[in-house]
């Protein structure tokens, strides 16, 4: 509502917004949040013209800040004719956040990740963090992200992680298990050329170590391999969606493309990449439809240790944990999100779904994708536990129920949406 008066209060001064002078713009709300870091990322600047539409692209910019849950804009005659003082006002979220995931492992154990997360970090919206993850095996990482370290639009992101499961790899005659180990660092520059339109890219440097455990052998392929590679990493995002605290409204797109070699000449090199599309549309005052389209490729290796997995925690809900791999995927998810309680903190949700998917075998061709063998399509329920004002605190719960041939059932829990 204050928003709005603002704008009355200047098309009754002056017409038209773009008439006037900025003589100054203030920022109020933000506590934890540096006054200097929200006047550094927006647009508007004092003695500019003032311009509504780039009222309304800092407010879209500031509302997609990890610190920000939401944001307005006020304008008010200043001295002297057609000057005028902007507000921007804030409403932050708590941005220290604990994580837990429970899930089951790949022998059917308990398994979990807890973690800690800071996402305003000196009040510059630097996301710092770690985790220890115990999945049959421990693992750990580390994560520092400065999207806005050197400028506006240019920053940085280091990534450290020493990760260990049990992995199944299918084999023609059956199905081995394996102890996997990637240790890696990544470091990637950052460059936002506007609130919706970034990239990243860079570089990771990773050692894969796989033992055998248990379970079918193949001469072919080795009980032990320990490799050193390195990948090159681009990432396109495009962000044109609409934030209002749990609606989403709006398209976003995201591109993903690697380039993966080896210190050892006889492994092959190889390139992968995936697009999400993620569609959003609010369905009266409580509703909101989720769709997200992933397209992925991969070079076509006749490979056990194909990239993209089929698994509860990436794509299909209730399938299981890495049930089958392969060089190619497509996989939509569609769900019905339905507030059923809105507090000033606490949002109770639920969601109705449908994951389906298909994949490409190791050294197959684009007809597997029509085949049923690798069709997966699983409907379910399930509820979301919202705060309000701690960013990203969604506790979801999901149930999916197989319908395809062969299929499984099983409950995935997780923090943050699904997509």
Not at 182 to 199: D, M, P, Q, T
Not at 229 to 250: A, H, M, V
Not at 362 to 387: E, K, T, W
């Amino acid at each position: 509502m204050l928003r709005y008066l603002g704008i009355l209060v200047v098309l009754l001064s002056i017409g038209v917004s773009a008439q006037g002078t900025v003589l100054d713009l203030k920022i109020q709300g933000n506590k934890r949040t540096k006054t200097s870091f929200i006047k550094k990322v927006v647009r508007l600047n004092a003695g500019m013209a003032l311009d509504s539409t780039i009222l309304e692209n800092d407010i879209e910019r500031l509302k997609r800040l990890p610190s920000i849950a939401h944001a307005y804009y006020q304008v008010f005659p200043a001295e002297g004719e057609n000057n005028f003082n902007v507000y921007y006002g804030v409403e932050e979220n708590f941005t220290l956040i604990p994580f837990a995931n429970i899930f089951t492992s790949n022998n059917d154990e308990f398994a979990f990740r807890v973690g800690l997360q800071e996402f305003n970090f000196l009040g510059q919206n630097i996301t710092l963090g770690g985790f220890y993850q115990y999945d049959i095996f421990s693992s750990y990482g580390i994560n520092v992200r400065a999207p806005y370290l050197f400028s506006k639009h240019l920053g940085l992101t280091i990534n450290y992680q020493d990760l260990t499961t049990q992995e199944p790899v299918f084999l023609d005659n059956g199905t081995a298990d394996y102890k996997y180990n990637n240790e890696s660092i990544e470091v990637l520059a950052l460059y936002e050329f506007n609130y919706k339109h970034r990239i990243e890219f860079g570089v990771n440097f990773f050692t894969e170590d796989y033992q055998y455990i248990s379970g079918t052998t193949d001469p072919n392929v080795p009980q032990n391999l320990n490799v050193d590679k390195y990948l090159y990493k681009l990432i396109y995002n495009y962000d044109g969606i609409e934030y209002y605290y749990q609606y989403l409204s709006g398209f976003k797109s995201t591109l993903n493309f690697q380039y993966v070699n080896s210190a050892n000449t006889t492994l092959p090199e190889f390139a992968i990449g995936f697009n999400d599309f993620a569609y959003y549309a609010r369905i009266g005052k409580r509703g909101n439809w989720a769709n997200r389209l992933r397209l992925g490729l991969a070079s076509n290796l006749d490979t056990p240790f194909a990239p993209f997995a089929v698994d509860n925690n990436l794509n299909i809900r209730g399938v299981g944990n890495t049930i089958d791999r392969g060089t190619g995927a497509i996989v939509l998810n569609t769900e019905y999100r339905h507030t059923l309680m809105d507090k000033d903190w606490f949002v109770l949700q639920s969601n109705i779904f449908v994951d389906g998917g298909s994949w490409r075998n190791p050294g197959g061709d684009f007809g597997d994708f029509a085949d049923s063998q690798n069709l997966r399509i699983y409907p379910g329920v399930g509820v979301r536990f919202i705060h309000k004002r701690i960013f990203n605190a969604i506790f979801r719960i999901d149930y999916g129920h197989g319908i395809t041939k062969d299929a499984s059932r099983g409950i995935v829990f997780g923090i943050g949406q699904y997509f």
